[in-house]
């Protein structure tokens, strides 16, 4: 079947999600003007979609009219992930106590962006890192998302970065997301249900960073072979 040949409910939907996708690959946030041109679809086509996608939560507009991607989103990745929570969540609290600080499952969900899946924090009353589940940052910023690019097959497009946290297992970052903070991270080999995902921790000094850091890539190791 051809696009023109579509029923018009599909080729909406097909036009609708080729928006959404195009906003959450930008970071920064898009124009309706830079949709289109990127969509090849007419501005007033846009405009509707976005309507219905803002009308979901699925995308947002800012106050320069730029567009992101919304909070339904994180609903929308939950359904799909229920049963992983379920799996990974005893292996993060342990991981979280362990190093006494936040632990976390970080998911792909566009080519160019990661999003926090599950955030828990230690259980002793320590100063960690604060952040919520829902957060999304650039995939290659940050331990969480550079482990996911890790985790991939080797590509030419990799940097020194990726092909080195590939070698050794794990992802180290200092300041690249929250200021000030350490990142440690390893990939999590899923099955092709679950989208790509890491496990990582974020920490307030580099204390120890080592120890974390085989630590974490042996909770990932766990974590892949019971699923």
Do not use: C, W
């Not at 632990?103 to 969900?109: C, D, F, P, Q």
């Not at 002793?124 to 996911?148: E, K, N, Q």
Request: glycine residues 6%; without cysteine.
């Amino acid at each position: 079947m051809t696009e023109d040949t579509k029923p018009v409910g599909a080729k909406t939907l097909d036009n609708g999600l080729r928006v959404l996708e195009a906003v959450t690959a930008e970071s920064s946030g898009i124009t309706l003007t830079e949709l289109a041109a990127q969509t090849h679809l007419h501005a007033t086509v846009v405009f509707r979609l976005l309507q219905t996608l803002e009308a979901h939560r699925l995308v947002r507009r800012d106050e320069n009219k730029r567009y992101f991607a919304g909070s339904g989103l994180i609903h929308l990745a939950a359904s799909v992930d229920v049963d992983l929570k379920a799996l990974v969540s005893p292996y993060l609290q342990r991981l979280a106590d362990r190093t006494q600080a936040s632990a976390y499952v970080m998911i792909s969900i566009s080519e160019t962006q990661v999003m926090a899946e599950q955030v828990v924090q230690p259980m002793m009353h320590l100063p960690y890192v604060t952040f919520s589940a829902g957060s999304i940052h650039a995939l290659d910023r940050g331990s969480g998302g550079r482990a996911i690019l890790a985790g991939r097959a080797p590509s030419r497009n990799d940097s020194e970065e990726v092909k080195l946290d590939r070698e050794r297992g794990y992802s180290i970052s200092h300041g690249e997301v929250l200021p000030n903070v350490y990142g440690v991270a390893a990939p999590l080999s899923l099955p092709d249900r679950f989208p790509e995902a890491s496990i990582g921790v974020s920490l307030l000094d580099d204390k120890n960073l080592d120890e974390i850091a085989d630590l974490v890539r042996g909770v990932a190791r766990e974590i892949s072979l019971q699923i």
